[in-house]
């Protein structure tokens, strides 16, 4: 057999073809890096230029804090200069804060165990009314059978 004068397979490069990302617009409100331990969310400090008291009196004690620009370098460019909140990261009316996650954790504990007790009271109600002369719930069963219907 002749010889050819080739390069080994695994020594050819081929190109990846890389598909080219899309435009989209940029976000208005920045993510911040992600925390272990805490979620971040942006809390309304004003609207249509009216400061928003009551929401941010409403979230600090709901255990949200403020984030400091010291602690979040890579949103210290993005924030306002002239806020009420000198040394925050604060951006068209919202400020950026962060909870411990085990807050929200309870948080939302709390709220299943409001929930379950609305159900049980509703379904309690409900039911106490069915008699079984004229059930609430009757069981309707049918069954399918194949075959000759005689």
Known sequence: MAEHNR???????RKVAVRPEAWRPPETLPTPDVRPGWKHRWVRVSMMGA???QNVSA??????EACKTDDY??????????????????????????????FLQ????????QNQAQVDS???????????????????????TFGSGS
């Open 7 to 13: 390069l080994a397979r695994e020594l050819d490069s």
């Open 51 to 53: 400061p928003d008291p």
């Open 59 to 64: 979230k600090f004690r709901e255990g949200y």
């Open 73 to 102: 370098p890579e949103m210290m460019h993005l924030a306002s200069q002239d806020t009420r909140f000198k040394g925050n990261i604060e951006i068209g009316g919202l400020l950026l804060c962060r909870i411990p996650e085990e």
């Open 106 to 113: 309870q948080r939302a504990a709390y709220y299943e165990t």
């Open 122 to 144: 509703v379904d309690n109600n409900f039911l106490r009314e069915n008699d079984p002369r004229m059930p609430l719930f009757a069981d309707k069963k049918s069954k399918v």
